[in-house]
């Protein structure tokens, strides 16, 4: 597991070609609140915003699996391809922006998430902003 700064995720975000497609809405499941192409890495980014608490419920946990799911589809359903054609082919990494620690059900489900885009040979990474480090499958 790594861990890094809020600090050097910001200086990532700021430093790669970035579209913003994100407002505030309650339900997101649809929406990639950030597409970047990260040239250190040369990997794909997809920015997962999650502002909100976390309480452990069913609903909140289910909102955030169908989130996963529409990046995941964007990534390997020629979404991707078809609105982003120069960024095809590149790794990809899904990267949740946390407000908040995510409580254990979270994690349980994150971890979860994490395994099964393995096998996708997506990364994903946590940013958990108010403690300032970063856990990812590094």
């Not at 964007?74 to 979404?79: I, K, M, R, T």
Request: charged letters at 30%.
């Amino acid at each position: 597991m790594r861990f890094s700064s809020v600090e050097n995720c910001r200086q990532r975000t700021e430093k790669c070609g970035i579209k913003r497609r994100a407002g505030k809405t309650k339900d997101r499941t649809g929406i990639i609140d950030v597409i970047a192409h990260d040239a250190k890495t040369g990997e794909v980014v997809l920015v997962m915003n999650e502002p909100e608490t976390w309480d452990g419920s069913d609903a909140r946990l289910l909102g955030l699996q169908e989130r996963f799911n529409a990046y995941v589809s964007f990534l390997l359903d020629g979404e991707m391809a078809e609105a982003h054609p120069e960024l095809v082919n590149k790794p990809a990494c899904i990267e949740v922006r946390c407000a908040h620690m995510p409580d254990a059900r979270g994690l349980e489900l994150l971890g979860m998430i994490h395994d099964q885009l393995a096998f996708q040979e997506i990364k994903m990474e946590v940013v958990v902003l108010n403690a300032e480090r970063r856990m990812s499958n590094e």
